[in-house]
């Protein structure tokens, strides 16, 4: 029997996170559907819709927009960008995120009113573990609708022309995740970093001459995960996780 550790499958490609989203159908108290208002400090986020209508709604220093989405359509946005995915109708989407493993190590930041955007309140706040420390979707609603509270005045005073609690708001994330910068760095520097350093290395063999790194190549596969987590904007099956747990190939 063999009782070794399942060995992590390579990153994928340029080393970003990989996961399918069923955007939470909960009602919201402006009448909408959908999940928690946030922003990433250092990931673009990409969007591949696969099902289901909804839109995506996103504030930064140049605009408040709603973009419409349907099967087919592709939207991204860089850092800075608070975005929210209101559901019209079972939105479900592939999530395809900058520097895997960030997000999870807190790079993803939600607009809770500014009283919660403190050390001392935020990592509470934004839990979604029960009393019995089993994930509670009465938790992850609760945080939702306080992450909506914050975005929906945000949006109205930039509305207004007021840009000062949008400006607040990027201060306060920022300060957030300063401790975990270092540990951001030793992310990035072993993920999509070493990934770019092979492709210029591959390129440099082949103005060599040196095509025998072409007989390394592998093939790898996962099967769509079995489990789901509560994330910030819906359902989530992560595909990165398993990969780095090496978790079950598809057949």
């Known amino acids: 029997m063999n009782l070794a550790s399942p060995t992590p499958r390579p990153a994928f490609p340029g080393s970003v996170g990989l996961s399918g989203l069923e955007v939470y159908p909960w009602p919201t108290a402006d009448g909408l559907h959908g999940g928690s208002p946030h922003l990433h400090l250092t990931c673009t986020e990409g969007y591949v819709v696969v099902g289901g209508q909804g839109r995506l709604e996103t504030l ?41 493993g960030l997000p999870e190590a807190g790079d993803a930041v939600m607009t809770f009113p500014p009283q919660y955007l403190t050390h001392e309140r935020y990592a509470s706040t934004a839990s979604v573990l029960g009393a019995n420390g089993d994930p509670d979707p009465g938790r992850a609603r609760a945080r939702r609708d306080l992450a909506v509270e914050g975005f929906t005045e945000l949006a109205r005073q930039w509305d207004r022309g007021n840009r000062q609690p949008l400006a607040d708001f990027h201060a306060a994330a920022a300060g957030l995740v300063t401790p975990r910068l270092r540990e951001w760095t030793q992310t990035v520097t072993d993920g999509a970093l070493a990934a770019a350093q092979d492709s210029l290395r591959q390129i440099d063999a082949l103005s060599r001459g040196d095509h025998s790194y072409l007989t390394r190549a592998t093939v790898s596969s996962i099967g769509r995960p079995d489990t789901q987590s509560l994330g910030m904007c819906g359902l989530l099956h992560a595909y990165d996780s398993l990969r780095r747990a090496g978790g079950p190939q598809s057949a």
């Open 60 to 100: 930064n220093h140049d605009e408040h927009a709603v973009h419409d989405l349907s099967a087919g359509d592709v939207v991204w946005f860089t850092p800075g960008t608070i975005h929210r995915a209101v559901n019209d109708g079972d939105l479900r989407v592939i999530v395809v995120m900058q520097n895997s």
